[in-house]
């Protein structure tokens, strides 16, 4: 169950100048969302919200939203808008929680070990999805997809049918989509050695042209 408790303040929607203002008393503008519910426009602290985000289980974390101090729900974050320039947060979208009820929500993938083929081959991990969309009960949602990737070598790689996940917890994501492979080191060219000294062997047709001048100037004068 969640043990987190954001407290909000319900809240008339209004336009922008109003929004303005309620952003520089130090809140924040958002709205909950829930099945068979209509909207309801709540004012959160932006700092609380930014603190889940950035904790392990980020906008997966589930926590209890105490709304003027009497409706309680279970929530998570459904969306979130930053400052294009400040990168402050600005609003937020909650989405009430049904315990009982399944969600499909997005997993980050967590790589775990160091390949063999970046180890000892000196190969390139590449890691191509770090996130993949999975199927559970709020309370079985993982902080994150662990992946050992230490058996790795070179042009081996693990694809998301390859993923053990707990059989509370389904997979959606394509079972063929690649999550990590490990590529060969690449290859500095080495220079044309050959051509090089041809080259610096070669005279410049220019060069030939000056001397065959020259060469004609001198039998002129000696003629």
Known sequence: MPTTVIEAQMRTPGGKNVNRRLRKSGIIPAVIYGPKKQPMAISVDPLIIQGILHSETGHNT??????????????????????????????????????????????????????????IEGG????????????????????SIKVDV?????????????????????????????????????????PAVEEEAAAETEEPEVIKKGKAAEEGEEEEKES
């Open 62 to 119: 589930i926590f209890t939203l105490d709304v003027d101090g009497s409706k309680q729900n279970n929530a998570m974050v459904k969306d979130y808008q930053l400052d294009p320039v400040q990168g402050d947060l600005i609003h937020v979208d909650f989405i009430q929680i049904a315990m009982d009820r399944r969600l499909e929500l997005s997993v980050n993938i967590e790589l775990v070990g160091e390949p063999e083929g970046v180890k």
């Open 124 to 143: 390139i991990m590449d890691f191509v999805t770090r996130s993949i969309e999975v199927e559970c009960l709020p309370s079985d949602i993982p902080e």
């Open 150 to 190: 230490s058996p790795l070598k070179i042009n081996d790689y693990i694809r998301v049918k390859n993923i053990e996940m707990d059989s509370k917890v389904k997979i959606l994501s394509d079972p063929d989509v690649v999550v990590v492979t490990i590529i060969p080191p690449v290859k500095e060219e080495e």
